[in-house]
Nanobody
Framework: QVQLVESGGGLVQAGGSLRLSCAAS????????MGWYRQAPGKQRELVAV???????NYADSVKGRFTISRDMAKNTVSLQMNSLQPEDTAVYYC?????????????????????WGQGTQVTVSS
């Protein structure tokens, strides 16, 4: 299985910056992608940014030019640098990891693939 631990977030004034980080650990074989989603009150969860291991980084139009996603593949971590934050960025941010892992619970360590979510971290931007 894979465990995710998020850090960062908090309260910031409009125009400010925050950095979110997420570390994946466990019986990871390889990670297909790492990214961030967010969910504002009363709204559906939406993609913020995703960085596939073998593809192009994808950003939501609303954050392009303001947010930057980065990965440390050796450490299985992903970060989101958020600049020029606006009140509409207020949401709970979730780390998302698509990973191949060894399933030892069923014996044999067969390789499986699953998507994991972090516990979520609150980002609040005041006007």
């Amino acid at each position: 299985q894979v465990q995710l631990v998020e850090s960062g977030g908090g309260l910031v004034q409009a125009g400010g910056s925050l950095r979110l980080s997420c570390a994946a650990s466990g019986s990871i074989v390889t990670i297909a992608s790492m990214g961030w989603y967010r969910q504002a009150p009363g709204k559906q969860r939406e993609l913020v940014a995703v960085m596939p291991s073998g593809g192009s980084t994808n950003y939501a139009d609303s954050v392009k030019g303001r947010f930057t996603i980065s990965r440390d593949m050796a450490k299985n971590t992903v970060s989101l640098q958020m600049n020029s934050l606006q009140p509409e960025d207020t949401a709970v941010y979730y780390c998302n990891v698509d990973s191949y892992y060894r399933d030892y619970s069923t014996g044999g360590g067969v390789v499986r693939r699953a998507v994991y979510w972090g516990q979520g971290t609150q980002v609040t931007v005041s006007s």
